[in-house]
């Protein structure tokens, strides 16, 4: 499952209301806002029974392009309520150096992405719901693993920079889809 941005032993203050820790719900809510916004942009999802390959969840498109039918990518997922990571022009997160390397391996067979969900910090609510819909203050950054690889050793931790002009809206998740099922010779 997603890690989330929390690596501290865990006491009473990191239980939400119903007893589960936050992590554990950061992660399912990541998940959650990437269902979503795939599913309303016409994908569906895959889900994986553990991260071992350094993967949450695989988004498959039905439709196809000029060079594949039914493209797809894997995404690894990070969620985080930290303001702080996003600067001018990018989200910053710092990668443990293993999942790094697992998801930027050179031979995939299918490309892998990174996406950062931002929350808000409580008190405000990660989602509101009343009759006119379902809010979030929440949003997500991506880069496919690709462009954040990175040649020589990697110590404990990498810090990648997700553009904040990678924001994951179904848009942008069809355009993804879009270049990899138009791609020619595995370029992505």
Not at 64 to 69: A, D, M, T, V
Not at 131 to 154: K, Q, V
Request: proline share 6%.
């Amino acid at each position: 499952m997603p890690e989330a941005d929390v690596e501290k032993e865990m006491g009473e203050e990191d239980l939400a209301e119903g007893q589960v820790p936050i992590t554990a719900l950061q992660e399912h809510f990541s998940v959650s806002f990437t269902r979503m916004v795939a599913y309303a942009a016409g994908c569906s999802i895959k889900p994986h029974e553990t991260d071992y390959e350094g993967v949450d969840i695989t988004i498959v498109s039905s439709a196809e392009y000029r060079g594949y039918y039914g493209p797809q990518f894997e995404l690894q997922l990070k969620c985080t309520y930290q303001e702080s990571l996003l600067k001018d022009d990018s989200m910053t997160w710092k990668m443990k150096a293993k999942p790094f390397q697992k998801l930027t391996r050179k031979k995939r067979y299918i490309p892998a992405y990174l996406g950062v969900l931002l929350i808000p910090r409580e008190p405000e609510p990660w989602v509101r719901a009343n009759e006119y819909g379902l809010f979030t203050g929440s949003r997500m950054f991506w880069e496919s693993a690709e462009n954040l690889r990175h040649d020589g050793p990697i110590r404990d931790h990498r810090t990648v920079h997700l553009p904040r002009r990678n924001l994951f809206t179904g848009e942008q998740l069809l355009g993804i889809m879009k270049s990899i099922g138009d791609s020619e010779g595995g370029l992505r």
